[in-house]
């Protein structure tokens, strides 16, 4: 599929893409989310936004940007079935962005 302006080659809005980074760079600064259980608690308490959530913004992002999703999610067909519904992905990314705008805190480092 050929993607016009502001769509990478999947359909996908980059806009949306980027405007989530820029979120995560905004409440995570520089050193970004390691993945610990005490951000996704912070995370989760004031965002909203699960684990689970996450883990599928990385799939987004291993699908639609950087092409190289992980052998185990391409041989998942609940996996497959999401990334391949674009409806699904821009409503997923959609409320995600929502989420991450939803607040102005930072995650406090020690």
């Known amino acids: 599929m050929t993607g016009t302006m502001g769509e990478n080659d999947d359909g996908i809005e980059t806009s949306i893409l980027y405007s989530i980074i820029g979120e995560m760079e905004r409440v995570w600064g520089s050193l970004g989310l390691d993945g610990t259980s005490e951000e996704y608690a912070w995370l989760n308490a004031t965002y909203?936004?699960?684990?689970?959530?996450?883990?599928?913004?990385?799939?987004?992002l291993e699908y639609?940007?950087?092409?190289?999703?992980?052998?185990d999610d391409e041989k998942d067909p609940e996996a497959m079935a999401f990334l391949n519904d674009y409806d699904a992905v821009d409503s997923f990314l959609t409320e995600l962005l929502r989420k991450y705008r939803s607040s102005g805190k930072v995650y406090p480092r020690a």
Do not use: A, C, G
């Open 48 to 60: 909203q936004i699960t684990e689970e959530e996450d883990v599928k913004w990385q799939m987004v």
């Open 64 to 71: 639609f940007v950087t092409h190289d999703l992980p052998e």
